[in-house]
């Protein structure tokens, strides 16, 4: 059943039946209530949806905004990473280039080093070998001479000693 039926059974009065106060006063009041929401309420809910709506739409501008910043920084991070790598590889480079060409100088001086002490070492051997022979020809000589003095029964004079070991001696350089 309608309800509005029911109601007009419980007053007593029939469906059809039609109270103008009422009805009146209920259009005023909802004219009132309309009236109300239409300029006093709906504009601060349209202005609080309005402000709401320029706010999302500012942060998804900030956000937006943001994005495009951070890709921007990521792609200079990326820039200067990059030239770092090539500093660094140009560093390691160098370092290497240098580190070799400091091997390869210490490796010739080493090598000039080593000649002239082998060369010297030759020549310290070839005096000392000059020098032992000069000895052993000396005391060669000097024992020849004892041995022929010996043998002459007679003694030979410093001079005539200085003579044969000079002899002995011219002849041993020579052979």
Known sequence: MNIFLLANEAAGSSPLSFKLLPAFSTVVVFLVALGTFAFVVWPKIAKALDARDEKILGEIRAAEAAQVKAK????????????????????????????????????????????????????????????????????????????????????????????????????????
């Open 72 to 175: 921007a920084a990521q792609s200079e991070f990326e820039k200067r990473l990059e030239e770092a790598r090539t500093a660094a590889d140009d560093m390691i480079r160098k370092a290497r280039a240098e580190a070799d060409r400091q091997a390869d100088e210490l490796r010739t001086r080493s090598q000039r080093e080593l000649e002239e002490l082998r060369l010297r070492a030759t020549q310290e051997l070839e005096s000392a070998k000059r020098t032992a022979l000069a000895e052993i020809h000396a005391v060669a000589a000097t024992l020849a001479t004892t041995v022929a003095g010996k043998i002459l029964k007679r003694e030979i004079q410093p001079s005539d000693q200085k003579r044969l070991v000079d002899e002995s001696l011219s002849e041993m350089t020579s052979r």
